[in-house]
């Protein structure tokens, strides 16, 4: 069972232009999500987290929304930039079982913003 | 210095063992394991802190590891199997159970 979603697997946008990744997920003991991106042959790279306390989070150019009725959030990046163009990954957690913050990730977005 | 993983690559032949070496972010001591299977997302291995392991993942027990006194920690996979060709990536953080996890370039582990 599946309990982070990406249901896109793949995203193209145009230089400048908003990027929006979305994920969904099932479990309502989340209680904390990241989103982080990776470049073939490389670890995933920390990009922004969100607390189910806030609805929104905002670093640089990079947003992210929770909507916890909807058990959605969101990953905006505002200009999209060509080095933006990587694979996009949602996490989440439950940190507040205490037991483990093992990350539960989704399957992905490939983001390609064209020059 | 960011995680340090060894080696980059490996190559194995089926039934083999492999093991794989993770250091930690200097002063983090919780490091967790992943494993990237092609065409899927990073699945959860293993958690190790404090030279315990505090939780697994939905893995058989030939994936096993350990934690050293100096925080690195090691991934053994015994009987090696075709399907265990993947990327293992290895993870740290600073404070177990809260606080973003950092991770290492990974491992590519090859079975043939």
């Known amino acids: 069972d599946q309990q982070v979603k990406q249901n896109s697997p793949s995203l193209s946008v145009q230089e400048g232009r908003i990027s929006i990744l979305n994920c969904d997920y099932t479990n309502s003991m989340f209680d904390y999500f990241l989103w982080y991106k990776k470049y073939p042959a490389e670890g995933p790279t920390f990009l922004i987290s969100i607390s189910s306390i806030k609805d929104k989070n905002e670093d640089g150019r990079f947003t992210v929304f929770l909507n916890k009725s909807a058990k959605h959030l969101s990953l905006h990046i505002v200009p999209s930039q060509p080095g933006d163009s990587a694979v996009y990954f949602c996490?989440?957690?439950?940190?507040?079982?205490?037991?483990?913050?093992?990350?539960?990730f989704g399957t992905g977005t490939l983001l390609a913003v064209q020059p | 210095a960011g995680v340090t993983q060894t080696p980059r690559y490996l190559i194995k032949t089926r039934g083999q063992q492999a093991t794989l070496r993770c250091s930690p972010i200097s002063g983090h001591t919780s490091v967790y394991w992943y494993q990237q299977a092609l065409g899927l997302g990073l699945q959860f291995l293993l958690w190790y802190d404090e030279g315990e392991e505090r939780n697994r993942g939905n893995f058989p027990p030939r994936f096993s590891g350990r934690q050293f006194p100096n925080y690195s920690s090691e991934l053994n996979v015994n009987a090696l199997e075709l399907e265990d060709s993947a990327l293992y990536l290895c993870?740290?953080?600073?404070?177990?159970?809260?606080?973003?996890?950092?991770f290492g370039p990974g491992t590519r582990l090859t079975v043939l």
């Open positions: 993870a740290s953080a600073l404070v177990a159970g809260i606080g973003e996890q950092f």
């Open positions: 996490a989440a957690s439950a940190r507040g079982g205490g037991a483990t913050n093992k990350l539960i």
